[in-house]
């Protein structure tokens, strides 16, 4: 196994993408290749990246559940490693990983909690048995089985029918200040485009090498 590694690799050369087609907002091409990326298992799956106050980065996967003018929603425990990490640091990046359509979207920005309405509102809309996960899950602590069983079980005793939104339980919005653009290439000749937002409010886009 461990010395086939070198050799597994991808030729890419399906589609490129050309300066004369960008968008002036990259928001504009991040809609237009999530409607590509459907095709694909979970394509709203995304990895977040945070920094911990001693600067250590640590990324995970979540989904993403909006996305509007604030920027990319997520939703978590505000009490997990990366709420808190973003309670003192709130500068976080994102990475759409498009494999199967030789893709990548890079995000870099600003994440800020989202309102209440919209906490509640995301949750009620939840299955009941994720509810019910996220009331009984004190997520990112340590925890046993039987513990977590238990208070599962406990949780869809206490609430027959609705399920609160548990204390703590919340959402954020990435403003982005950068969103690169990849598209795989042949001889590992990819195209990247790197939008940047400039102090007028408008996007500044460059290509780089690869
Ligand atoms: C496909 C996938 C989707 C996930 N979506 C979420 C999500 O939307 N919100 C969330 O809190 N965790 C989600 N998770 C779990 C996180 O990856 C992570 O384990 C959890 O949030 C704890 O991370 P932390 O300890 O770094 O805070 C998802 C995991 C996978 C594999
Ligand atoms: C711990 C956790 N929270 C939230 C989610 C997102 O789930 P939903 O689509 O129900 O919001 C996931 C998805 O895998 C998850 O594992």
Request: hydrophobic fraction near 40%; glycine fraction near 6%; charge should be negative.
């Amino acid at each position: 196994m461990d010395e086939q590694l070198p050799t597994l690799r991808s030729e890419y050369a399906a589609r490129s993408l050309v300066e004369a087609d960008l968008p002036a907002d990259p928001m504009d091409l991040f809609r237009d290749w999530f409607v590509d990326a459907r095709e694909l298992t979970e394509p709203n799956a995304m990895v977040v990246a945070t920094v911990s106050a001693d600067g250590q980065p640590s990324s995970r996967i979540v989904l993403l559940k909006g996305l509007d003018q604030q920027g990319f929603h997520f939703f978590t425990n505000q009490r997990s490693r990366k709420g808190e990490e973003l309670a003192a640091n709130p500068r976080c990046a994102l990475l759409f990983p498009w494999h199967g359509l030789r893709r990548q979207v890079r995000v870099e920005g600003v994440a800020t909690p989202l309102s209440r309405a919209e906490i509640d509102a995301y949750f009620h809309q939840r299955p009941r048995g994720a509810q019910l996960g996220a009331l009984a899950s004190p997520q990112s602590q340590p925890v046993t089985l039987e513990e977590l069983n238990q208070r599962f079980a406990d949780a869809d005793a206490a609430y027959p029918e609705e399920v609160p939104v548990p204390d703590g339980w919340g959402g954020y919005a990435v403003r982005p200040h950068a969103i690169e653009f990849w598209q795989g290439g042949v001889n590992r000749l990819h195209d990247r485009f790197r939008y940047t937002l400039t102090e007028a409010g408008t996007w500044a886009v460059e290509r780089l090498a690869p």
